[in-house]
């Protein structure tokens, strides 16, 4: 083994699956250098995962990757689940108000495919065949020593480490991070092929009887995902072939299901696990480096590409601008809660589909179809599942006491969606002007004659601040004709508010919004209340207040009309 000479780099990523490829291509965006390495020679080819949901498509979207998506994916709206064959719901994502109300399906090695591509394209480099073999930290740096397929050695010095190396992760492990939680006791089949059965084709369907559970979904061209619970413990994947998957689903009732033209056959046993910490000094974890649950509901894919979109920015910011770590320390308070969530619902919803006990089946099968047909509880876990119950209004980011509001988004939850009018009376979205590695901030005027003095205010403010490139864009949203301000200086640009807007997010009295680069309201508040801004900016910007970069709204402003 020889030694090689030793390299630095600000950022090692550790792993090249799809949480550290987004987290690769972030930071690519943000022009911050990295490494990013994977001891697997090649990108792997079988599918693992499949279901990319509504709000991992928002992140892909502000990538612009999601058009490519779709054109691989197919569109799953609807979810159906059975007790012995009878249905018990059917959840509906059509009724999601969102922009992407369906599951993309579409396979993890797909998924992996095309973040890869863009990350070459933007100019990165995946170092394949090196494995991270050890790690430590003090308080100038971290050190890692790489080994590459030829066994020759590679010391490098990172100023981060983000631990993307799965749930046996090694930087974990170097981390003395505890990952407390327990296998699954049954393992399952997992096949993916051509399917023949007289059902629903285009929707997913979750059989669950006193024997188990089967999930059927649909895959691309014209694929199916089957999962079946397995009662053999020693079966392994060496020894499965697709005439055992169809004994299993015929043992188990389903004799009108058969699946033939197996892409993908695996006997996999699930764990459901939690680190202990997100961070440890330098080091980080995201995915299943720091969470392992079921796969029910799709959520480990999801929430890892949710991790490093959080982390991304954050590193980024610390890096260029000299950022608070506190910025940091929020990664662990917004996203281990996220996955304690997760984590909670799929043991719960393991444990309602797999109800052994007759009677407990029989309170199960009755209650489940009341409650499921109200609009509130589907509502619910349609929103758990597809990633918008996400809210970090209670962490470090998110300080200030909380506004109460009529509606529409609070601190702390994601921007949605909305349509605001250029002059001419052309359509814009807002997901058109979040889209980028900014923040956002949306001034909202209303009708009071205060309006346009706050407006002015923070117009100036804004012209006065100075920003590093690309840090933060405003946006003036004004109603209609309502008055001839002439303010633009410190704006990106000025658009007309829609009614419809106004209503979804409720600021006829007008209002702020500071969107966070990741799409979740950094602060709102009222227009009068602009100099909270400040306060946001000195805490976590501390270098910028230093460097009287800041932007600086008086905090009793000087209301004239
Ligand atoms: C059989 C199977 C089926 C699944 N089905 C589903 C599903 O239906 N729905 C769902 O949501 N999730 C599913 N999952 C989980 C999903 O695949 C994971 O949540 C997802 O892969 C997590 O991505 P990741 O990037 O965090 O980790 P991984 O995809 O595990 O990637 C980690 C990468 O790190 C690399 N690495 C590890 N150690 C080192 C090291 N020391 N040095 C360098 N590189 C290293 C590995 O080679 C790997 O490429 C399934 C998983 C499996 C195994």
Redo the contacts with the bound molecule.
């Keep these: 083994m020889s030694h090689q000479a030793k390299g630095t780099t600000p950022v090692l990523i ?7 490829l987004l987290l690769g291509l972030q930071l690519q965006r943000f022009g911050i250098p990295h490494r990013l ?4 020679p090649q990108r792997q080819t079988f599918s ?4 990319i949901h509504s709000r991992s498509m928002e992140v892909l979207e502000d990538l612009g990757l999601l058009e490519q998506l779709l054109a691989r994916a197919v569109r799953v709206e609807q979810m159906n689940i059975y007790s012995n064959r009878k249905r018990l719901i059917t959840y509906n994502l059509g009724q999601l108000d969102v922009p992407y109300p369906f599951t993309a399906s579409i396979p ?1 090695n797909c998924v992996e495919e095309i973040l890869e591509t863009r990350y070459l394209e933007s100019g990165g480099r995946i170092e394949r065949g ?3 073999h050890s790690l430590i930290q003090n308080e100038h740096a971290a050190h890692a020593t790489l080994n590459d397929e030829r066994g020759n050695r590679q010391s490098l010095e990172c100023t981060l480490v983000a631990g ?5 992760s ?1 930087v974990r492990k170097a981390s003395g991070i505890a990952f407390d939680g327990a296998p699954y006791k049954r393992p399952y089949i ?1 096949a993916d092929g051509t399917l023949s059965w007289k059902g629903e084709n285009s929707s997913g369907h979750v059989f669950t009887s006193g024997d188990g559970y089967m999930m059927l979904f649909p895959l691309p061209g014209g694929k199916h995902r089957v999962v079946i619970d397995c009662e053999d413990s020693t079966l392994t994947t060496a020894d499965l072939n697709i005439e055992r998957v169809n004994a299993r689903l015929h043992e188990r009732g389903f004799e009108d299901i058969t699946l033939s033209d197996p892409v993908w056959l ?1 006997v ?1 046993t699930f764990q459901h696990r939690l680190a202990e910490q997100y961070r440890v000094g330098r080091f980080f974890l995201a ?3 720091c969470h392992v649950h079921s ?1 029910i509901g ?5 929430t ?1 590409l949710q991790d490093a979109y959080n982390l991304s920015w954050k590193i980024a910011h610390v890096l260029n601008h000299d950022a608070s770590q506190t910025l940091l320390d929020s990664y662990q308070a917004e996203r281990r809660p996220v996955a304690q969530t997760v984590l909670k619902n799929t043991q719960q919803q393991m444990h309602m589909l797999n109800m052994k006990h007759p009677l407990l089946r029989l309170l199960r099968d009755a209650l489940v179809p009341t409650l499921a047909t109200t609009r509130r509880f589907q509502n619910r876990i349609m929103k758990q599942v597809t990633g918008f119950q996400i809210d970090y209004a209670t962490t470090l980011l998110a300080p200030q006491a909380r506004q109460t509001v009529e509606q529409g988004p609070l601190t702390g939850q994601r921007m949605p969606d909305g349509t605001v009018l250029e002059q001419n009376g052309d359509a814009r979205r807002l997901f058109e002007l979040l889209k980028g590695i900014h923040y956002s901030l949306f001034v909202f005027e209303d009708n009071t004659p205060d309006s346009e003095a706050h407006c002015q205010q923070i117009a100036h403010a804004l012209s006065a601040a100075r920003w590093p490139a690309n840090f933060l864009r405003a946006y003036l949203i004004r109603i209609p004709a309502s008055t001839d301000s002439t303010i633009s200086a410190g704006f990106e640009a000025r658009y007309d508010m829609t009614d419809v807007l106004r209503e979804q997010l409720g600021v006829k009295n007008g209002g702020l919004f500071l969107v966070r680069p990741d799409g979740y309201l950094a602060l709102r508040c009222d227009l009068e209340q602009g100099a909270q801004l400040n306060s946001y900016f000195e805490r976590f910007y501390p270098a910028f207040t230093a460097a009287k970069r800041l932007y600086s709204v008086p905090t009793a402003l000087p209301v004239t009309g």
Excluded: M, W, Y
């Excluded at 550790?14 to 550290?20: C, R």
């Excluded at 693992?48 to 279901?51: E, L, M, T, Y």
């Excluded at 993307?164 to 046996?168: A, I, L, M």
């Excluded at 799709?298 to 999801?302: D, K, S, V």
């Design positions: 550790v792993g090249a699956g799809p949480v550290g390495i994977d001891k697997r693992k995962a499949f279901a993890q090196i494995e991270l993307c190396d799965g749930g046996f090694h997992i695996s996999t995915g299943d480096a796969p799709g959520q480990g894919l999801n890892g």
